[in-house]
């Protein structure tokens, strides 16, 4: 008789975006003709760069071209992608990668949600509080949890990222018996604040001496603007025998609609004498069949030299929109964090989260999103977001600063 993975019962209902959506279709149902402003959900609204819709479009020519067309691919991603990620990610900031350790996948949330499949069933997983859903729910789905109370789950260990760490926990904030799994990503969704070399420093030491792994989400890294502040965890000496790093075009270059990502699992992980490299790929090459041709070739036209410069004006545009957020809710006395090498504001409004959403959403027709959403720890904050276009962000501020101020 067929049963179902009852671990799926234990998660918690009302996902939180869509709760907002509910909300939001509640709203503008009761308000026809309002002029909604959406400043929640972390999606991108810029379309892609010219050089990466160039090479997008020869992709799809070389398909119809007998000569040119690919069927499947390597799984792990084109050699042509894999190596122009090593050399301008990784070697020419001095970090030990190299384009063997690189999968190539549709997506950063499917490899941070898929990654965990590698592991034993009990072993013991810390995951930030306020955090991006993704880490927990999938460890929920594989059985790794207790059931929820009041909002955690029996059986994780929560790092509480507060005012007093400045949203960055350390491996002091860990019980005595630490953790064998440590998600961490930064520059943070849902803070927007970021991790220095030392405090980075701090987490790679710990791994190494407790033989843990850390998983390291970078998916807003091309947000760092501030040189002193490591881009990847590799950045820091031992992280290449102890962390697995995600990255992104989504937010990176606009792909959330393309579909392009990429997993770096050095050669130098080794785990009960394993290569984990080996391990992932052997999953990887299982489970996926590669990420389309011209998709890769866009990609690979973020590291031309058009690319890179188109791809940094994206990025600007967005931490342009970020700093208005940021100066104006500290006019009006919030305090932020985030918003600077980073897209997301976080803001301290010390009144119930959801009460805030829906003063905003029903008083100003912005939507943001509670901070309660992303863990306890997020309760008396909002996250705005500054992907939206310039304008829309201006006259939200606006009326923002009015229902706030
Ligand atoms: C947006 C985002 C990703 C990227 O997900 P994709 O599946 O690559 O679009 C990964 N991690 C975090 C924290 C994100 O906010």
Known sequence: MIRLNNNFNKLQAGYLFIEIARRVSDHAAANPGHKLIKLGIGDVTRPLPPAIIKAFHEGVDDQADAAGFRGYGPEQGYAFLREAIAEADFVSRGCSISADDIFVSDGAKCDTGNFQELFAGDISIAVPDPVYPVYVDTNVMAGRTGEAKDGRYDGLIYLEGTENNGFVPSPADLPEDGADLVYLCFPNNPTGTTATRDQLGEWVEWALAQRSLILFDAAYEAFVTDPELPRSIYEIPGAEKCAVEFRSFSKTAGFTGTRCAYTIVPGAIEIDGVKLRDMWN????????????????????????????????????????????????????????????SPYVWVKTGEDSWDTFDKLLKGADVVVTPGSGFGRMGEGFIRISAFNDRENVQEAIGRIVKAMG
């Open 282 to 341: 052997r999953r990887h090459s299982t489970k996926f069949n590669g990420v389309s041709y011209p998709v890769q070739k866009a990609a690979a036209a973020v590291y031309s030299v058009e690319g890179k410069k188109e791809t940094r004006e994206l990025i600007n545009y967005y931490l342009g929109n970020a700093k208005i957020i940021r100066e104006a809710m500290n006019e009006v006395s919030y305090q932020t964090w985030g918003g600077v090498n």
